[in-house]
């Protein structure tokens, strides 16, 4: 028997279709079965009887089958797991709960094979070593790497008036009639964005254009209804839409063949991310991929640059696995004592197979183990959590309760509690469900609030039992959605390749041919950028101070990433203010950070290096400088629900997310009064310092910023790049209406600036001044098509 395991329900089923195909001719005795979440019951009691020769299934279907008592005698033969889409779980828990599934399988058959398929990684063999386990007596494992060459062109879609000044989304709607022409001259078009509600708003855009195509184009993200996505997915396979707005739930490697083109929406973020997606076009030996980038905000044109250049020097980034969770350990604690049962030395042994959990101390097991037996120190005296018991030496579980609970939790996907959206005209029979919105926006709405899902502008009527109800709404507006994990930070090797295209500019020959496009559309703003201030480069840190009616701002770039950002800027406002006591507000995005004080700030410690000072006091000011035990409560909130903890309700009967954050809080209290060493407690620390603050290119950022020039500029206007991070802390504050007003006075104020040094200059070389020039409007164009097999 063999197992394929793809990472996610979509990818599955097309991997299912694309192995029925030609399995009757190859292999005509072999079965083929899938078993997902989605899998009727009818097809799950069939498998229970008799497994199939080969079944595809996810990570948490492989752990669900694990949990059964007959699980090794059922899977003791299975000789062959090809894990599909490695690079996709390889950085995240679901890796995790890979790895130990194949200690288990691997344990029940020495001489199990294992495959890992995987693109767009920067560390194959490292990745490899990760899917494998560090196993000393083994052959050694062979990489194996495709030959084929395959045409990629990589171009932007270039904004007719990108402007002097620009900020997050500042181009978006100038840019929804060139993508619908672009759109309208390809064939089947995929158009990504990076986020939920980005998707729901385009795809609004869209029709808003062109309302002829309203059945022609559609939306696919992870919250609409299972039935809607396979609407989709069936309709670009046949290649009936012209183009389907999506998010990376269309990222992994599914085959759709008619889908000529990709548009991103915004920065990819990563240089992986933008070749995955690009592959999603042209998905046949021959035919090349070509993947449009579609700018936001101008600086959004220097990114393009550097991502094709990183392309072209194969700077992919790497991906690394997280080192020993112990809330994954837990869970899979009890999924092994449920399937059978263990002896703990021998799973030790197993566990510590596996690379996440090779270097798991005894202390570190034991203390997992006593946590599911007794519930360690603090919840002896509760029997639920008391979820194995010992028997000669055996481990297993015995309470049926208990049993059910865990196999209706198991995974390590957590997300904030999502409620269905159902039609109110079809309560009385349980309403056709629109998909899931999460709870939180959902309490924000008052009855008869508009909001856009799935496409459509959506009445509010009411909450029932997790449900929210509602009716087409006469009005075309509405709120749009948002999503947790909403903002993906700029990778490291992207962000380093858009430092080096600006240090470049300073010497572009403008008047030749070579230019980049998207550098000659950021012109405008690059110029405004060296007027008003200096351009950043990878040789020094640009630091700019500005003084307004706010009161004292300071923009620093490092362009380092929206995590790290949030790390060195709350780091350097606490610093600051412990030389000097002061408040501040704070301000990020990828490229920089701003600290907004009411008092002046004395950059002596910018200078003198002391505010970078990354040695032994890192971990401690870092910690002091921000709500780390907010930080800390709310990774523990993930951490308590993939542990077993907290139970998140029965199918038809879900608790609510203020169920679910009441009980994690309590849990959360508990531990640090009354068992402070606990081990989740530490892992929640962990998480918040290596995921929330990204602590190791936070250290790394550090020493770099301590052996760079600092580049000190006092503003007399807000340059570009700074009024990019205002808007970023005026979002939080400000309606649209405002902002709009806010922002108009400001580059009002600051294009004025502009003009008096342009006429200085003018006066000083005797000619005209740039800015009075008249300036022919060019038309919106992508950059020139190379042919098949040239990278541009």
Do not use: C
Not at 241 to 255: I, K, P
Not at 298 to 316: C, M
Not at 758 to 778: F, I, L, N, V, Y
């Amino acid at each position: 028997m063999s197992h394929s395991t793809p990472s996610g329900g979509a990818l599955a089923a097309d991997t299912h279709r694309a192995l029925a195909l030609p399995l009757p001719e190859l292999a005509p005795r072999w079965t083929l079965g899938l078993r997902t979440g989605d899998t009727a019951s009818a097809e799950r009691a069939r498998q229970d009887r008799r497994l199939p020769t080969t079944l595809v299934t996810t990570p948490e279907s492989l752990s669900l089958l694990l949990t059964r008592a007959d699980a090794r005698d059922r899977l003791g033969t299975v000789h062959t797991v090809i894990v599909d889409e490695w690079h996709e779980q390889v950085g995240n828990k679901r890796g995790v709960q890979v790895q130990l599934a194949l200690a288990r399988l691997a344990r029940w058959n020495p001489r199990l094979v294992v495959w890992g398929l995987s693109a767009t990684l920067g560390n194959l063999e490292g990745a490899m070593a990760m899917l494998l386990g560090p196993k000393r007596h083994r052959p050694a494992p062979r990489l194996v790497r495709g030959r084929i060459d395959k045409a990629l062109v990589i171009d932007t879609l270039l904004p007719a008036d990108p402007g002097r000044f620009s900020w997050g989304g500042h181009l978006g709607a100038q840019m929804r009639e060139p993508v619908a022409a672009e759109i309208e001259r390809s064939g089947p078009t995929l158009v990504f964005t990076n986020v939920r509600s980005q998707a729901e708003a385009w795809y609004q855009m869209l029709l808003q254009s062109r309302p002829e195509w309203a059945g022609q184009i559609a939306l696919h993200h992870g919250s609409l209804d299972k039935g809607v996505r396979e609407w989709v997915e069936a309709g670009l396979k046949a290649g009936s839409l012209r183009a389907v707005v999506a998010t990376s739930s269309l990222d992994l490697g599914v085959d759709f063949l008619p889908v000529e083109r990709v548009l991103q929406i915004g920065s990819a973020k990563g240089v992986a991310r933008l070749l995955q997606r690009a592959g999603r076009s042209g998905h046949q030996p021959g035919r090349p991929s070509r993947i449009t980038l579609v700018p936001t905000h101008t600086l959004e044109l220097i990114e393009a640059v550097a991502a094709r250049r990183a392309v072209a020097a194969g700077q992919v980034e790497p991906r690394h696995a997280p080192a020993k969770p112990l809330d994954v350990l837990v869970q899979h604690l009890v999924t092994v004592a449920l399937g059978g049962g263990f002896f703990a030395d021998e799973l030790f042994d197993e566990v510590r197979s596996s690379w996440s959990y090779r270097e798991l101390t005894r202390d570190e097991f034991q203390w997992a183990l006593d946590f599911v037996v007794h519930g360690g120190r603090s919840l002896g005296a509760y029997p639920e959590f008391h979820r194995v018991v010992e028997q000669d030496g055996r481990f297993t579980v015995v309470d049926r309760a208990i049993a059910m609970r865990h196999r209706l939790q198991v995974g390590t996907i957590v997300g904030e509690s999502s409620m269905l959206v159902k039609w109110w005209s079809q309560a009385a029979s349980g309403g056709a469900s629109l998909g899931q919105v999460e709870e939180s926006f959902i309490a924000r709405l008052n009855k008869g609030d508009h909001f856009v899902f799935g496409g459509r502008v959506l009445e509010y009527v009411r909450t029932q039992d997790m449900v929210a109800y509602v009716r087409k709404a006469t009005g075309r507006r509405g709120i749009v959605p948002s999503w947790a994990g909403g903002k993906m930070p700029l990778s490291s090797e992207l962000a380093e390749a858009t430092l080096a295209v600006l240090a470049g500019v300073q010497t572009v020959d403008w008047a030749g041919d070579s230019v980049d496009p998207e550098l000659r559309s950021a012109r405008p703003m690059l110029d405004a950028q060296a007027r008003l201030s200096h351009l950043p480069t990878p040789t020094t840190l640009l630091v700019e101070q500005f003084r307004s009616r706010e009161g004292h701002h300071l923009f620093v770039y490092p362009f380092a990433g929206r995590h790290v950002h949030l790390g060195l800027a709350s780091l350097l406002g606490w610093r600051l203010a412990r030389h000097r006591p002061n408040t501040f507000s704070i301000g990020i995005n990828d490229y920089g950070f701003e600290l907004l004080a009411a008092e002046p700030i004395d950059l002596a410690t910018l200078v003198d290096g002391s505010a970078f000072d990354g040695g032994p006091a890192l971990l401690v000011d870092v910690l002091a400088s921000l709500n780390s035990s907010e930080l800390a409560l709310r990774r523990f909130r993930e951490i308590a629900r993939v542990s077993g903890l907290v139970f998140t309700g029965y199918p038809g009967a879900p608790k609510s997310t203020r169920q679910v954050q009441a009980s994690s809080g309590l849990f959360y209290e508990v531990f640090r009064k009354h068992d402070p060493d606990n081990r989740l407690l530490g892992q929640a620390d962990a998480e918040v310092l290596a995921q929330e603050l990204d602590l190791v290119h936070l250290a790394a950022s550090l020493t770099r910023l301590r052996a760079l020039r600092l580049d000190a500029v006092q503003l007399r206007a807000p340059s570009p790049v700074a009024l990019a991070l205002m808007v970023e802390r005026f979002r939080e504050q400000l309606s649209t209406e405002k902002l709009a007003d806010r922002l108009a006075r400001i580059v009002a104020d600051a294009q004025s600036v502009l003009d008096e040094t342009e006429s200085a200059d003018a006066k000083r070389m005797g000619a005209t001044p740039a800015g009075r020039r008249r300036r022919r409007r060019p038309t919106p164009r992508a950059t020139p098509e190379p042919k098949p097999g040239d990278l541009k």
